[in-house]
């Protein structure tokens, strides 16, 4: 079987850097993506590492390293708007999307 | 575009009754899958497609029988609601390889609740 871990809860305040971290036990997957989703909205895409290393998308970051079984995604200058769930997944050569049980992010003031 | 459409955004339905969830997509995506979401939780696939008359069970299959018939519409059907079908249900769809990320686009869902 396939199955993700992250934490629960990650509380920062304004301006502050996060990092969420993402473990997996998978027999095989194409890459990791992250998803953000507010209270009440739908999941959006955030980013995608098909490959070991870090990808940068604004004041997104997100990281992979397959022999260690691992992803973070980090979030760089805290805003308010960037409370949400963030939810990590696989696409496994099934054509199947796992995703992990979602990390609540709070940003304080 | 549209995008992902689904309906209806709330149901509420008796023990025993049955339903059809529907979602459309208009941007010509192969895949498209259906996932519940309980409090607290990560998405769970129900069901998934990857093209026109294929069909195939993700996680969560029971008590739910998908179909689709054309590229844009896969709708979900719950044969007996059970209160343990109460969640939220997302429809979502992806180009299926022509990128590489392979980005789902999620509808804005349906909350359902069967007493």
């Known amino acids: 079987g396939q199955s993700l871990e992250q934490p629960s809860e990650v509380t920062a305040v304004e301006g502050a850097i996060v990092q969420i971290n993402c473990t997996y036990q998978?027999?095989?997957?194409?890459?990791l993506s992250w998803y953000q989703q507010h209270d009440g909205g739908a999941p959006t895409f955030l980013s995608y590492?098909?490959?070991?290393g870090l990808e940068e998308t604004g004041r997104f970051s997100s990281f992979l390293s397959r022999s260690d079984s691992y992803g973070y995604l980090l979030l760089q200058e805290l805003q308010m708007k960037d409370s949400a769930s963030y939810f990590c997944?696989?696409?496994?050569?099934?054509?199947?999307?796992?995703f992990g049980p979602g990390t609540r992010l709070s940003v304080l003031p | 575009n549209a995008g992902v459409t689904q309906t209806p955004k709330f149901q509420v339905l008796k023990t025993g009754q049955s339903m059809t969830l529907q979602c459309a997509q208009d941007?010509?995506?192969?895949?498209m899958s259906w996932y519940r979401q309980d409090p607290g939780m990560g998405l769970r696939l129900i069901h998934y497609?990857?093209?026109?008359?294929?069909?195939d069970q993700g996680e969560v299959p029971n008590g739910y029988n998908v179909s689709r018939s054309t590229t844009e519409d896969f709708p979900l059907r719950l044969l007996s609601a059970a209160p343990s079908q109460t969640s939220v249900y997302f429809c979502?769809?992806?180009?299926?390889?022509?990128?590489?990320?392979?980005?789902?686009?999620f509808g804005p869902g349906t909350r359902l609740t069967v007493l």
């Open positions: 997944a696989v696409k496994n050569y099934g054509q199947n999307f796992v």
């Open positions: 497609s990857v093209g026109a008359g294929i069909t």
């Open positions: 979502a769809s992806s180009d299926l390889g022509q990128t590489p990320a392979n980005e789902q686009f």
């Open positions: 998978t027999s095989g997957f194409y890459g």
């Open positions: 941007m010509n995506h192969e895949y």
């Open positions: 590492n098909a490959l070991d």
